[in-house]
């Protein structure tokens, strides 16, 4: 199983280094749990392959069945107790790449939003050491058991002295430390994902991902840009962020509005018109918040929305934030002019070296670079419905990982905007794929790429332009801007 492989290379890869002998410790017992985990999962193994000898064809699949199931659930709790980088990225491959394996993908799915908790008393302990009082003299009304348990941390609903119904955010004790060694320690993370993608050059990404993670762990940095795109969607008609109550925030604990809706599994159950809904109010928020806020959430993952009908999405989990400034989205501008307004392979072969997305001497002709991008634009190179579906996402997934292509050996991770981007378009292909999604996704983006500012195409655009013929300030914020507010 490919992240019981992973078990093994951390395992052999990451020495304790130097450091507090606290720390040591504690990475020292990470390594235990992947140790314990990859043996009894190889013992497993072995034991099955022998009852197989003898075996007929039904009762060989049979057990193959149980071994997957039965190791699948064991990798998922394992990870899940872990917490921290390793949960993260056993959450990241159940959304990306849906061709893994059936109760693989099912048991790491769990970690999207169900994921062991804390416990009680643990949970408490943090909220008096950052808040000076314990839960149940900070808030009028503390629910001890948590409503969502993630990477890093858990959320409980409370009540607050003055009326608010809240979520409460709590960071796991100690989880700082393990996330800083899983990521740190021995190139950890580039090690797990060449696992996961063989072909893949992982350095780019992981740097960049390993940037990102460690401001998670910062909740008043996660408040400051929650609260950004809270104000600045203030009043849309379905797109939503909880406000965040800053009084009872600190650095391990984040506080906001508690919101209502329904999970992404839920959702799945709805009808197809439900879904495609759903779909484009996601888009739109990624696309619309690139082009015009210059920033992105960039941890488009299930367990990270809540859904209500007719597309109306709330907006959750801020930690990892990505800053565009206004040369940046210029290019992204560029790629779209060149790849699908006025298609030209040269002049996008010119903007992919320019914003160092790829060294100048690739070796591969113009029309062999454009043929590899294409895939991340297949959503809007045509003026037509496009049904997303999970073999396209996976194809994407393949196509950007499969370095036997010189191409995409050169394309595949040059420059930190660029594997940004990258991994929003696998992030929301996974969601979509999962979606069924269908819409004409070209017109829709067209509304809300600066260079074209097309008319609305659906319900939700024109619902959406109403609000935004209503802003007071309606040009887009440059990055200086966003850090002076």
Known sequence: MVLASIAAV??????????????RTRLVGRNVQLAALGARIGRR?????????????????????????RTAEEVAATLGNMKGAMMKLGQMVSYVDESLPEPLRAALSQLQQDAPPMSAELAAGVVARELGAPPSEVFARWDPVPIAAASIGQVHRAMTHDGRAVA????????????????????LLSQAMRLIFPNLDPRPLAEEIRARVVEELDYRLEATNQQTFADWYRGHPFIHVPDVVPELSTGRVLTSELADGVRFTEVETWSQEERDLAAEAIYRFVFRSLYRLHLFNGDP???????RPGGRVTFLDFGLVKRFDPAEIAFFERYIRHMVLAPDPGAFRQVLVESSAIPPDVPATDQELYDAMTPFYELVLEDRAVTWTPEHATRVVRNL??????????????GAMFVFIQRINLGLYGL?????????????AEEMWPIVDAPPSTRLGREEAAWWATRDQVTTLTAGELRER
């Open 10 to 23: 951390v395992v052999a890869g990451v020495r304790t280094g130097p450091g507090p002998s606290s720390l």
């Open 401 to 414: 990982f499969d370095r036997s292509s010189p191409v995409t050996r050169s394309t595949s991770g040059g």
């Open 432 to 444: 979509f794929g999962r979606l069924g999604a269908t819409a004409n996704w070209r017109r829709i």
């Open 45 to 69: 193994r072995a034991i099955t392959r022998a009852r197989q000898v003898f075996a007929s064809a039904e009762r060989r699949e049979e057990l193959d069945e149980a071994l997957q199931l």
């Open 168 to 187: 409460v955010k709590v960071q796991y004790p100690g989880v700082d430390e393990a996330v800083r060694a899983d990521l740190e320690t021995s190139d």
């Open 301 to 307: 993952h299930p367990g990270n929305y809540l859904f």
